[in-house]
Nanobody
Framework: VQLQASWGGLVQAGGSLRLSCAASRLTFRDYNMAWFRQAPGKGREFVAG????????RYADSVKGRLTISRDNAKNTVYLEMNSLRPEDTAIYFC????????????????WGQGTQVTVSS
């Protein structure tokens, strides 16, 4: 299984980025997908999750209204649209796949991707 995250980068505060995570060697439509992030010196934290069908989503309070998770099951890809970025959004962003999470909790994802760096300058 491979989860390939990409399209991180350096952006000024208030700017936007769109991350993508392409999945391979798994039946993508069977997995709930999520984005996590890890800032320097901090633990990994949940950012956003989406149900298999895309019909339900959940967000961390710190990103509500600014970040949007979506998926395209035909392309085996999950996205994270990031708007109104803040310096505190600076982190490595990881995607994760979980077949059985309830309430989109993602306590123990089945698979993790490698991260993509997002840096927001003030």
């Amino acid at each position: 299984v491979q989860l390939q995250a990409s399209w991180g980068g350096l952006v000024q505060a208030g700017g936007s980025l769109r991350l993508s995570c392409a999945a391979s060697r798994l039946t993508f439509r069977d997995y709930n997908m999520a984005w996590f992030r890890q800032a320097p010196g901090k633990g990994r934290e949940f950012v956003a999750g989406i149900r298999r069908s895309g019909g339900a989503t959940r967000y961390a309070d710190s990103v509500k209204g600014r970040l949007t998770i979506s998926r395209d099951n035909a392309k085996n890809t999950v996205y994270l649209e990031m708007n109104s970025l803040r310096p505190e959004d600076t982190a490595i962003y990881f995607c994760a796949a979980d077949r059985t999470t309830s309430l989109l909790a993602f306590r123990k994802p089945d698979y993790w991707g490698q991260g993509t760096q997002v840096t927001v300058s003030s």
